[in-house]
């Protein structure tokens, strides 16, 4: 277990931590579960600390996981509305009087508490794909202090640290586990990559056998894929890219089908910035639904995964996300689990 590499990093991506420093996490996620569970107080960790919450987007989970978990380990989050501050906008992006320049918001912020926290993605960056991330990146740039991704354009990396929790609670190792990250039809194009792009580094990074099941037109980031691959090859696992909804499911023990954007619908160069052609193309694949039939082809005793909020009766039917073999709910339960962990490493 690596426990002195910890303090004072940023968390924006798994790409930047190793195997072993995920493993560390995990096992104080599960320590602060277990202390949770029995109401052991444990809110000395970050007693009197403070965390700083930056949503340009709504949230349900993210914003409530980081608030009890910084209240549980003794801390206080604060939550920040854009437009209630001075917007953070990088040069070039600004507003007289009613943005702040990023490196001038971290340094204010890095003399007042232990921790900024951002959400970014889609609107508030013109669906420009990396403009969130290259926002956080300069927010950490600037900061004295942690600076966690909650969620950007191209990574969710606290989701990702929740699901891999789950399908180890649920398997007890990674060795040998399918997992299936699906695309799944939605109504709204409006979906970031962030969750299948982490949800695949981190399966791979920990020796998942891991499968990417999408329609042609919906492909992921290339760097994304070569990272997979790179950690498939060095854990002498799998990693594999197939286009039929139905015969990645055959046999997996984790299926985890939601939906994200094609690349139409991104701003050039990466995209084509037209909504109504994405939208097009999402409407051709309205069978990639996760209906009990598509459960039965996967191993019995195979987990329904989402990170939640789920579009029902269009990316999946109720009879599915509230069957016996639903986790979703432990999964979100996880994200408080795995946040308290890295805060309590990189800001105590
Ligand atoms: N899964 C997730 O990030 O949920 P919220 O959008 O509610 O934060």
């Not at 960056?125 to 990146?137: F, H, K, M, P, S």
């Not at 007890?172 to 299936?180: E, I, L, R, Y």
């Not at 069978?287 to 789920?310: F, I, Q, R, S």
């Amino acid at each position: 277990m690596k426990t002195e590499s910890f303090h004072g990093r940023d968390f924006i991506t798994l790409l930047d931590w190793s195997k072993e420093e995920v493993e560390t996490i995990l096992d104080v996620a599960l320590d602060l579960k277990r202390r949770y569970a029995i109401g052991e107080l444990h809110d000395h960790i970050l007693r009197a600390k403070t965390l700083f919450m930056i949503f340009y987007n709504a949230s349900l989970r993210t914003r409530n996981s980081f608030e009890a978990g910084m209240t549980q380990l003794g801390g206080h989050a604060h939550y920040l509305e854009p437009g209630k501050i001075y917007t953070p906008a990088l040069p070039g992006k600004e507003v007289a009087y009613t943005t702040e320049r990023v490196s001038d918001v971290a340094r204010v912020l890095s003399r007042m508490g232990n921790g900024i926290a951002i959400r970014c993605y889609g609107d508030p960056v013109d669906w420009a794909y990396g403009a969130a991330n290259e926002l956080i990146r300069n927010f950490a740039y600037w900061a004295d202090i942690p600076v966690l991704n909650m969620e950007d354009d191209k990574y969710h990396p606290f989701q990702a640290l929740a699901d891999i929790l789950t399908v180890y609670e649920k398997f007890g190792t990674f060795k040998g586990v399918k997992f299936v990250m699906s695309w799944a039809y939605s109504p709204s194009v409006h979906k970031p990559r962030a969750v299948p792009q982490s949800a695949i580094i981190a399966a791979t990074l920990m020796g998942c056998d891991t499968v990417l099941a999408h329609p042609p037109e919906m492909a992921l980031d290339p760097e994304v894929i070569q990272a997979c691959e790179g950690y498939a090859k060095a854990n002498g696992s799998s990693f594999e890219i197939v286009h039929d909804f139905e015969e990645a499911a055959t046999g997996a023990h984790v299926l985890y089908p939601k939906a994200w954007a094609p690349v139409q619908m991104f701003k050039p160069p990466v995209g084509e910035d037209n909504p109504d052609l994405a939208q097009e193309i999402f409407d051709r694949y309205k069978g990639w639904k996760a209906t009990p039939e598509y459960m039965a082809l996967a191993d019995p005793n195979a987990v329904y995964m989402h990170c939640l909020p789920a579009d029902r009766s269009w990316e999946v039917e109720d009879e599915v996300i509230d069957g016996p073999q639903s986790v979703v709910f432990d999964e979100a339960e996880n994200r408080l689990h795995v946040q308290k962990a890295v805060m309590s490493l990189v800001m105590r």
